[in-house]
């Protein structure tokens, strides 16, 4: 073991059990060995307590059972020697950057208390007995003549690095070039770059100023980027860093980092920006990152260009309040130097005040206890290459986000794990993250491990091996934002409706099993209509039978005095309306839907395991996975329930539709089957579709099917044509028990309780409640003007609820049952509270319950809700606790939240939104408010009532808030008189209650 110092000797047991790990990296420094570095923290009588070590897995000691041994020990000194600076504590330390185009050298930075940072270079040695070199240079923050400076101008004044990072890019990315100039070559390349830049530049930096046939990006510069408290960003290259140490000057640089700046642009001269006034805000760390497919060493040229060109490079910034800035990397016709455009995240990354107040109940109980405040800071943002063949960044923050790239754009994606502790006991739910995986996992070589805080004693952790993100970035996926992703199957059918079997015994969330409605389009047979079998003498007798018959019928009427038009003499005879004339072609095939019940798979790619089809000419209209209870009559025993898949039907006669349309109610079973699975379902016990029964009805078409429980029984409501009957199960038949009269058509219907809240397509909505000791439904209150309704549903917060329905006009109406209400009529009437429009169109309103800040980190939610309800027993008391909100998607591919908000909050952001929409620049110069403004009708008498009741907030509005510059944010807030800390927790609060996932 060769040392620098004498006073540093460690032992292979010493550095694993009694030092304290800062980081950590292998490299092999160009030779077939692998070592590995560490930056470890050991106790010292002297000096500083911060050492490097390098370890080799060639001489493993046996006798300890250590397959590592130090070869190398370099100890930090307290005192620069190239500037004679004071060092102080270690506050932060990059990730380790290998040396590609030398192979035999690794890179890393530290920044200290003092306001200063290092860069440390580990080199192999060949020139001196010593196996290895480390190198040492400091990037100087404030000078004694530049503090006296900044305690006048204040906290922004002050010079004092405070982040750092190392990467590896080309030089001459962040090198300015003129539009007639070509571009200059790479320092250590002789490979000639491309010809000039196109006229017409992308909006961000792909490939097209990076690229070149041929390039070996193996000689990549490492560049140093470090953020100061005054909010600059600069740019050094490591080489000139180390020719002139105490001369160096950065290559590219900006101001306004950490402070949320739209634009960070480079400019040579001083330019006064405005800073923050109510706020003292730093960065607290910054990573420079590519985002985009990996890039293949042995790919082709073509290949290589194609995919880079899909890549961006990006900076992330998360700062000392939380907050995350990311910054897209791009070059202008008018400026061809790089700039760096913030990407609006519409994402609240800083703590919760909410997670604030738990942690305070867990000092208070001595469940945690009270820990010392530590200068160090571990990493948060790490950088990762080749998951799923994808490269970006995962943030372990408070709510951890994958930084992707989306078609060439930079998004995010939440992460969320299992069983993880709730937020507020440790400052991080993910404390460790790692993109490589052991050599053992030879299936999940492109995986990751993550290691986060696990439910039950605080401080315990999870570890957690992921194979991939082949779910992200499947060849299905999208990423449309907001930190979601979704994954496009592909069926090859129409989906009319979709559910979940929630049975235990079929449907496992290893193998989560689901009923789809379907509809498939068929070319339907007319050959038949080719030839009828009859000679042209006998149609033509026919036709006369026929004529003799319609004139006789005529006279008739004519002497009765009445129209034999009319439908009610006689049922209409139907004849054919066309003739086909085989000296033109013969009939063609007509297009036809047949609609299918199936059960799928969605552990196996939705594959089919049993389908059933219905009738010719009957419509699939509704589709309910439910509960059914068995009632016999005169029977002591208690009555079972079981899960039935309903699905409700309409027959349209294949005439027409001039007779009244009917429908069924087909009521099906999943059934284990006794035989073995085939295929990919050979590991699971084969299922199929039982019918057990089918009732008709004869009042209408069947458009909805719900569930009823009340007093311990199950029944089924069904809503066809105007009726709505309520089926109860027994005996192997539905037997219909209640019935209600709608005035038009039952659109809806969606149950709480023994409460109904019915939608009638074209009479707004009813609200019903059923009475089990007459078995009767009776009409509490409705809605009396007249609306198309599309889809209704139900928010509640506390004790309050209310009713939202979506009519034709794209509009939202929110109403309440207040019988006290001045506006009920004596409580006849729904009372309208507030309307919006919306510009889109659904046809569902699903709820949900709104997740607390506290859960939202957790994939297993009831588990994290039990620890949580073990820590703090007065969790989930409050209003805000008990919420639940809808959502919706819509027509043209979006998906939105409704929830309800507290008064404080509402008015709040109330505010908020009236002085954003004026401040804020609107997309072509339009109003916002008025595109928001309740959509009347004119159709039967729709515009009776002028009165807009508003009483809305636009979500999409004021989370522009989050992605303003702080002082932006702190002029609105002032305007209002509240602070930016308070409506940032509000935004985030809402942000949590409207995820649906």
């Known amino acids: ?112 208390s003092s306001g200063h940072a290092c860069v440390y270079c580990i080199s192999v040695n060949e020139e001196t007995s010593k196996p290895f070199e480390v190198s040492e240079w400091t990037l100087v ?59 017409f530049l992308p909006d961000r930096l792909s490939m097209h100023g990076t690229w070149c046939a041929g390039h070996d990006h193996s000689q990549d510069q490492i560049l140093v980027a470090i953020c100061r408290r005054s909010g600059m960003l600069e740019i050094y290259d490591l080489l000139d860093l180390k020719r002139s140490p105490n001369d160096v000057s950065p290559i ?55 995919a880079w060109m899909l890549r961006s490079l990006c900076i992330l910034v998360n700062t000392s309040l939380g907050d995350l800035h990311l910054y897209s990397g791009c070059k202008r016709s008018s400026n061809l130097n790089l700039e760096f455009t913030r990407i609006p995240l519409g994402n609240v990354s800083r703590p919760s005040e909410e997670a604030g107040r738990h942690l305070t109940k867990l000092r208070r109980k001595g469940i945690v206890s009270e820990s010392d405040v530590m200068a160090f800071r571990p990493n948060r943002l790490h950088r990762f290459c ?27 994606v939440s992460h969320k794990s299992r069983h993880v502790a709730p ?39 999870r570890l957690t091996l992921y194979s991939g993100l082949y779910d992200v970035f499947s060849p299905h996926g999208v990423l449309p934002g907001g930190g979601i992703c979704v994954q496009k199957v592909p069926l090859g059918v129409t989906v009319r409706h979709i559910e979940f079997i929630d049975d235990a015994s079929v449907s496992t969330s290893s193998r989560p099993i689901y009923v789809m409605l379907i509809s498939r389009e068929i070319e339907a047979d007319q050959s038949y209509l080719n030839d009828d079998g009859l000679s042209p003498e006998e149609r033509q007798r026919i036709k006369d039978e026929k004529e003799a018959a319609r004139i006789k019928k005529q006279v008739e009427a004519d002497l009765g005095g009445f129209d034999i038009e009319q439908e009610w003499v006689e049922e209409i005879e139907r004849e054919d309306c066309f003739e086909v004339d085989r000296n033109l072609g013969f009939a063609p095939s007509i297009p036809q839907r047949k609609y299918e019940v199936w059960l799928v798979d969605a552990s196996s790619q939705f594959s089919v395991l049993d389908k059933y089809e219905l009738n010719e000419f009957e419509h699939g209209t509704a589709l309910k996975s439910l509960f059914l209870t068995n009632v016999i009559e005169d029977s002591d025993e208690t009555p079972e329930k079981s899960l039935f898949v309903s699905v409700g039907t ?14 069924r109610v087909l009521l099906f079973q999943v059934k284990k089957s006794k035989g073995k699975s085939q295929g990919v379902h050979r590991r699971h016990t084969p299922l199929h579709l039982n019918l057990r029964s089918e009732k008709e009805i004869t009042v209408g078409p069947v458009t909805s099917l719900s569930s009823l429980k009340s007093e311990d029984t ?135 319950w709104c997740q607390s800040s506290l859960l939202f980190n957790s994939c297993t939610m009831p588990s994290t809700l039990a620890a949580l309800k073990q820590q703090d027993v007065l969790f989930g008391r409050l209003e805000d606790d008990q919420r639940f909100a809808v959502t919706f998607g819509t027509t043209d591919g979006s998906v939105g939240s409704i929830i309800s908000l507290s008064e404080p909050v509402f008015w709040r952001l109330t505010a908020l939104q009236s002085v954003m929409s004026n401040a804020l620049e609107s997309n072509c110069a339009l109003s916002h408010r008025a595109w928001r403004l309740f959509r009347r009708s004119t159709s039967r008498g729709g515009c009776r009532s002028n009165d807009r009741k508003k009483g809305t907030i636009d979500g999409d509005l004021v989370m522009k808030f989050v992605d303003l510059a702080l002082y932006e944010q702190e002029d609105l807030a002032s305007s209002i008189g509240t602070t930016v800390g308070l409506l940032m927790d509000n935004l985030l609060e809402m942000q949590c209650a409207s995820s649906i996932i």
Not at 252 to 276: F, K, T, Y
Not at 650 to 660: M, P, R, T, V, Y
């Open 1 to 112: 073991m060769d040392v620098d110092n004498s006073d540093c000797l460690l032992r292979s047991i010493d550095v694993l059990s009694k030092t304290k790990l800062l980081a950590a990296s292998e490299v092999s420094f160009g030779s077939e060995s692998v070592f590995s570095v560490f930056f470890v923290e050991s106790p010292s009588p002297s000096g500083t307590p911060y050492s490097i070590v390098v370890m080799s897995g060639a001489d493993s000691n046996l006798e300890s059972g250590i397959n590592l041994q130090v070869v190398f020990v370099h100890r930090i000194s307290e005192v620069s020697g190239s500037v004679s600076v004071q060092h102080g504590e270690l506050v932060s330390i990059t990730p380790m950057v290998a040396d590609e185009k030398t192979k035999s050298s690794v890179s890393f930075g530290c920044v200290w």
């Open 141 to 199: 923050g404030d000078t004694p003549e530049k503090i006296a400076k900044a305690r006048e101008e204040g906290f922004y004044g002050s010079d004092n690095i405070v982040a750092m990072d190392l990467f590896s890019l080309p030089h001459h990315v962040f090198e300015a070039q003129s539009s007639d100039e070509k571009m200059p070559q790479t320092r250590a390349s002789s490979t000639p770059l491309p010809d000039p830049l196109p006229s």
């Open 252 to 306: 590219w640089q900006s101001r306004g980092c950490g402070h949320g700046a739209s634009v960070l642009a480079h400019s040579d001269q001083d330019i006064a920006v405005r800073l923050p006034e109510s706020h003292q805000v730093e960065a607290a760390e910054i990573r420079v990152f590519v985002t985009g497919p990996s890039l293949r060493i042995d790919g082709e040229n073509d290949a290589e260009k194609d």
């Open 386 to 412: 080749a998951i799923s063949g994808e490269d970006g960044l995962f943030a372990a923050t408070q709510r951890p986000l994958w930084f992707v790239s989306e078609r060439g754009t930079p998004t995010v």
């Open 423 to 461: 937020a507020g006991g440790r400052p991080v739910p993910v404390s460790g993250f790692s993109a490589a995986m052991p050599a053992v996992f030879q299936n999940a070589s492109c995986g990751f491990i993550t290691m986060h805080e696990r439910i039950g004693r605080i401080g315990s952790q």
């Open 650 to 663: 309409s027959f349209i006669d294949q005439d027409g539709e001039d007779l009244a349309s009917k429908g």
């Open 714 to 848: 199950y029944r089924v409501v069904v809503g066809a044509g105007a009726e709505v009957t309520v089926e109860q199960w027994g005996s192997g038949k539905l037997t219909q028990v209640g019935f209600y009269h709608a005035h038009m058509q039952v659109q809806e219907i969606v149950l709480f309780k023994t409460f109904f809240l019915l939608s009638d397509a074209y009479d707004s909505l009813h609200f019903l409640v059923w009475r089990e000791s007459d078995k009767s439904l009776t009409l509490l209150a409705k809605d009396y003007e007249p609306t198309q309704v599309f889809a209704a549903g139900l928010i509640s917060r506390g004790g309050a609820m209310a009713f939202v329905c979506h009519d034709d006009r794209q509009n939202l109406k929110f109403f309440q049952y207040a019988p006290a209400d001045a506006e009920a009529r004596g409580g006849n009437k729904l009372v309208c509270r507030a309307d919006v429009h919306i510009g889109s169109q659904t046809t569902a309103l699903q709820s949900h």
